[in-house]
């Protein structure tokens, strides 16, 4: 593989969070790394990916090939979603709002990524019940595929 400059290579996906785990055995701890990325085109396309390697880098190419093989369409209107959305997944509530151009995205955290990475430019998204990034992220995905099935059942 040639080398890159990393600086200059634009990637299609963010990643959200990287875990170390530790599992006890025979020999000694067993240290691998787990990782969460969001993929997406920026127009209306997203996924997301959790993958554990060896190493981190290994994690985060793995998570990344995942979430591009796992993508959904995202409805959009403009620059934003066609109408409001609640979801609960798991212990994760997230409820998603369209806004007026040029208002931007007004999430926290996990949510920003994902509408990001979707090429939403305008839309509240607010967590409530767990800060867990994984589950948000999960629940995030399942409330923009919820408005992709409305937004289907409109037009036929």
Known sequence: MAYQNYAQQERDYEVVKINRISKKTKGGNQVRFSALVVAGDKKGKVGAGLQKASDVRSAIEKAAAYAKRRMITVALMGTTIPHEVAIKFGAAKIILKPAPAGTGIIAGGAVRVV?????????????????????????TIEALEKVTKYEKRKKS
């Open 115 to 139: 509408l990001e990475a979707a090429g939403i430019r305008d839309a509240v998204g607010k967590i409530l019940g767990t800060k867990n990034k994984i589950s948000n992220v999960y629940a």
